[in-house]
């Protein structure tokens, strides 16, 4: 993005004020300083804007790792380790806000997972966390427990890191602004796995310039995040965040949802037929430390 629009031309009727007292030297040093004053001119409006307001439209990048556990004490671990080590120093690095939710385990889903969704403005600060959480000294002693583990004693079966892109349509991660019990709070995490690459930008697509993203919005489902996967085991495949402050909430927003115009309309329209070929959904509630 540009800051203000360059100055590639002039009007000479603009120029009418501009008188020259003498001819020769004076005039020509006139013009020298003129035009000194023009080129500071279209250099200063056709710099690249304040990049604090770039940032602020600019599409971020989310990593989620997701921990899964075999038994209770190791999923207590890595929660001290969250709550005591890493979202502090995360912190401490301005990164954030950090969301970290749990599954509600059922005889459907009968493995306890946790997951934490880390926003970061470029891919370089994904590399420089993990560079500065090397040389910081009060992260090695709050998480010395997780971090020292011994191999027969690990604090979790398996991490995976997903590494996301945001949609255009919504670039930046929003908090939702839910009141009630965070007990009762949904957060619906789903993930819409595609046939093809083509497919996966079709559906893409469909969020963006279709209108899904902008129906959502309109209906107040609270969206969290829109993201394409970049980097996992599950491609090409996007996924998405809405939160709800309880199951009732949850379930009249998808009914208006699927009885709105929009999504009738977008679902008749066969050019966004057969774009997801399996989907996952995961209702999670937020940990006590999450920050929203």
């Known amino acids: 993005m540009w800051g203000n629009n360059c100055l590639t031309s002039q009007n000479p009727n603009n120029h009418r004020d501009f008188r020259y007292f003498d001819q020769g030297k004076v005039q020509q040093i006139t013009m020298k300083k003129l035009s000194l004053v023009i080129a500071l001119l279209i250099w200063i409006g056709c710099k690249p804007a304040d990049p604090s307001m770039e940032n602020h439209s600019a599409r971020q990048y989310y990593q989620l790792r997701t921990y899964s556990f075999a038994n209770i004490v190791q999923a207590q671990a890595t929660r001290l380790y969250l709550k005591d080590a890493l979202i502090p120093a995360l912190q401490r690095m301005q990164i954030g806000p950090v969301g970290v939710f749990n599954n509600r385990v059922d005889e459907k889903d009968t493995l306890p997972r946790t997951y934490v969704l880390i926003p970061l403005q470029s891919l370089d600060e994904l590399l420089e966390i993990d560079q500065t959480l090397a040389t910081d000294s009060i992260y090695s002693a709050d998480g010395q427990a997780f971090l020292s583990a011994n191999y027969d004693n690990p604090p979790y079966l398996r991490l995976e890191s997903t590494l996301l892109h945001a949609f255009s349509e919504w ?77 009732t909430s949850r379930y009249q927003h998808w009914d208006a949802f699927f009885g709105s115009p929009e999504w009738k309309s977008l679902i008749s329209n066969p050019y966004y037929d057969h774009n997801v070929n399996h989907a996952d959904i995961w209702l999670l509630y937020p940990t006590e430390y999450s920050e929203y």
């Open 171 to 247: 670039p930046q991660l929003v908090t939702p602004p839910l009141d009630g019990p965070r007990a009762d709070r949904i957060y619906e995490l789903r993930s819409y796995e595609s046939p093809t690459e083509s497919y996966g930008k079709n559906k893409i697509e469909m969020f963006n310039a279709g209108g899904e993203v902008r129906l959502f919005e309109r209906l107040g489902c609270n969206a969290v995040f829109y993201g394409q996967v970049v980097s996992g085991s599950r491609m090409p495949n996007l996924m998405y965040m809405t939160a709800y402050s309880d199951s």
